[in-house]
């Protein structure tokens, strides 16, 4: 049995660097309390201010109240795409979704972990890449690294841990494919 034990005081990820000034990254902290993670209600305003610091986002986004984002200039969201009360993008990495791809409440976008595997705890990133059609229900989490294939969907309160094949349902923790997602006109 392994007795190496966890020392915390040795963690370090000086070599994470997020982006912009550290004066615009407290702007952002502040704009984000305010229109975002409250309930200001103007869509358009939120996709205003998510450009103005970096966001690349298509047409007709909505955004709904007490969202989330870590790091807009790591953010690109496609046309008519939908992001639930509650959803925490931590994204210290690049976060894309795709066009009509929707967001439930209080579902988890990480792009960040701890390697457990080693006593300094050392951080670990990964890009999140939600596709055309896919879904993330409520209370899911995505986890590091993991890319939702087209019309691919997570069931609530499941965790993608690796890559979901499009048109597949999954579920569970970690989620497992359980059937293919028809679509009907």
């Known amino acids: 049995m392994n007795k190496v034990k966890t020392n915390l005081a040795s963690f370090d990820n ?4 997020p982006g912009k000034s550290l004066l615009t990254r407290l702007l952002w ?7 975002f993670r409250s309930f200001f209600p103007i869509y358009s305003v939120k996709s205003f201010l998510l450009r103005l610091f970096g ?17 807009p200039w790591k953010l690109v969201i496609g046309d008519n795409v939908w992001i639930g009360e509650e959803v925490w993008i931590d994204n210290l990495a690049l976060v894309t979704f795709g066009n009509n791809s929707c967001i439930s409440q209080g579902a988890m976008i990480l ?15 990964g890009e999140v890449t939600i596709d055309e059609g896919a879904w993330v229900g409520a209370k899911a989490t995505v986890c590091p ?12 309160g499941s965790v993608a841990t690796s890559n979901l094949e499009e048109y597949w349902i999954y579920q569970g923790n970690p989620a497992k494919k359980l059937k293919i997602r028809e679509i009907k006109d």
């Open 111 to 125: 792009c960040g972990n701890h390697n457990y595997k080693r006593r300094s705890f050392d951080l670990v990133v």
């Open 145 to 156: 690294g993991v890319k939702m294939g087209s019309h691919s969907l997570l069931t609530v």
């Open 14 to 17: 000086s070599w994470y660097k």
């Open 55 to 71: 966001a690349k986002l298509g047409t007709n986004v909505i955004i709904k109240p007490h969202v989330s984002i870590k790091y």
């Open 29 to 35: 902290y502040v704009v984000n309390l305010i229109f």
